[in-house]
């Protein structure tokens, strides 16, 4: 697919909030001087903004927004790692309380609180939205206007999943400074959600069912993307109801700015449900006529076809040879530094649609290895993380009269390896992995040729599928109305379906105990929720193996408040067929620099190899890392009359999330009263 790129232009000097921070250049690679220069596209504003073609070029550089897989190591396949899901080679600070994760002095292009984009989205919204009548092809040209509209409901729900409260802007800025400040004002965080799904619904009216050129926006995507919103928000309302997290009570940081609040809906849970509904219908709408694709794994090292436009991914980032491509591959034939934990692996059911403990399931164990271990399970496990062990198969060979051995089954992960090269936990993704998983593949390591060397890989990376709004659509339900009627029984029957395993969910749920159950989902609000809606969670958890969806499920759920003295454990080394595995070279590659002992756990624990990590007592979630931190400069530069916090040069329009300091960057008050 090829990416037009356009720069945005437009003559401004710093301003007083990151919103508004410089003119700001579309290209990555571009340099500042660009700031000075007219765009390279069209001469002047004037001239540019008045066909359809005009519309397409301005949106098209917004995609660059979209999730992806890095040139470098990381991406979409390797998010999961700020998890329970997965485990990198080092440890990332937010899931600990030992004050390593602190806020930032200032705003800037690298941290969270960046309003960078969201300036050139709505600078292109704003553009041609003013020029929308003029153009010739108004079908395209609406469209391309509800692309716009798409990327800024996109940006700001990043914004909102990390901060909450946010600023509603929906102009480009002058550089006014009472105009800025009072634009800092942070709005309630369900006011901001609304403000999202009416963007959204905007998108839709004005999409096409059809994208006009693949790998673009298309009307289901907006579904897709509102469905997500939707549930989203509803969810964490409902979960973290009552806390400084959600508006409307007395610990909510934004009572002072917003003395008389009161939800849209009337109460706090009719908002909730107002979310839910929204949730159910926009899921409904998209998984009611797109079928799930019957090669689940196809769907993620597809370097070679672009999806159809009926397909299950909705919307994908393509790539291609010698125009943009990444480094999935290259990194993930070795481990990746990413490997998936044993908690993850232990969610899958067997095929018989049993969990692994309990009787009659058939499970075989892992005290033997892990070609072993995967035996009978869940086929989107045994697609999305390589076996480990070996397997040799013995016959009778008349010619010579002796017993033949032949090695049908071969993989040693590289548990010894350092960096982003190592098999983290011996559970290596191969999700996204160019190749098959013959004998050839194991033993070469180089199978799928040049998809596997670093820069050359263009599989494409889908963001928006049917199956979220399966998804999507049963938790909708389930938690607005406590039971799974509607379309729920045809929705997980065919997820189930499509990953082998037997579609009766009620015996997977009568079958569930969700005390042996290893999985940080089942508690929300500290207390065990119900079965049902569990086994929804673990549905959603198996589907979105390495998607980078599941530490925003574990913040929406407010199940990390379970997250104390966590390990991430990797599979069963010592004592077991795998530990056989380096039995040639066992000094170097089972040395202790490079992996944990058998007196430490049988288990792989990768945040245990240097007693030095800040993470080597594991995981514990602070409260207040639930939301993240406003860099301290940003108080100083929304100073007013009307401000609602102390600073050292007056009272700021903007309020800090709870725990965390506004007079010095430093880590948050893992004391403070979150609920």
Known sequence: MKRVNIIIHEVSRTLRLTLCCVGMTMMATACDDFLDREPLSFKSEEAYFHTAEDFKLAVNDLYKFLPQNNSIWGGTYSEDCKSDNQCSSGYYAILLSNGDYKTQAQSNGSNIWNFNRLRAINFALNKIEGALEEAEDQTMARHYLGEAYFFRAWEYFRMLRNYGDLPIIKQVMDDDDAALTAASKRYPRNEVARFIIDDLNKGIELLQEKAPESGRVCKD??????????LFEASWERYHAGTCFVPGNAKWPGKTLWPDFAFASGSAE??????LDIAIAAADHVASKRSLDADYQGMFN???TVFPDDDEVILARYYQKGVLSHSCSAFLKNGGGCGATRALVNTFLMQNGLPIYAAGSGYKGDSKDTYT???GRDERLTVSVRAAGRYIETHYDAETNTNVNDTTFYNKPFIYNTGNEKSTTGYDICKWLVGNYSLEHYTSRDYGGEQRTQYNCTTAVPILRAAECYLNYLEAYFMRYGSLGGNCERYWKALRQRAGVDDDFNKTINNTDLEKENDLAVWSRGQLIDKT???IRRERRCEFIAEGMRFDDLKRWRSLDMMKDYQPEGFRLWGTLNEQLYADNRTKELSPDVVTQSGLS????????????????GYTFPKPHYLEPIPIAEFLLCISPEGVTQTAIGMSMLYQNPGWPVDADGPADYSYDCD
Not at 221 to 230: D, E, F, G, I, K
Not at 270 to 275: G, I, L, R, T
């Open 221 to 230: 995507a907006a579904y897709a993307l509102l469905s997500r919103v939707a």
């Open 533 to 535: 809606l569990y086994n």
């Open 302 to 304: 597809n370097y070679e």
């Open 602 to 617: 049988d288990y792989l624990r990768p945040l245990q190899v240097s007693a030095s990590s800040a993470a080597y007592n």
């Open 373 to 375: 271990e995967f035996q």
């Open 270 to 275: 009719a908002e909730v449900d107002y979310f």
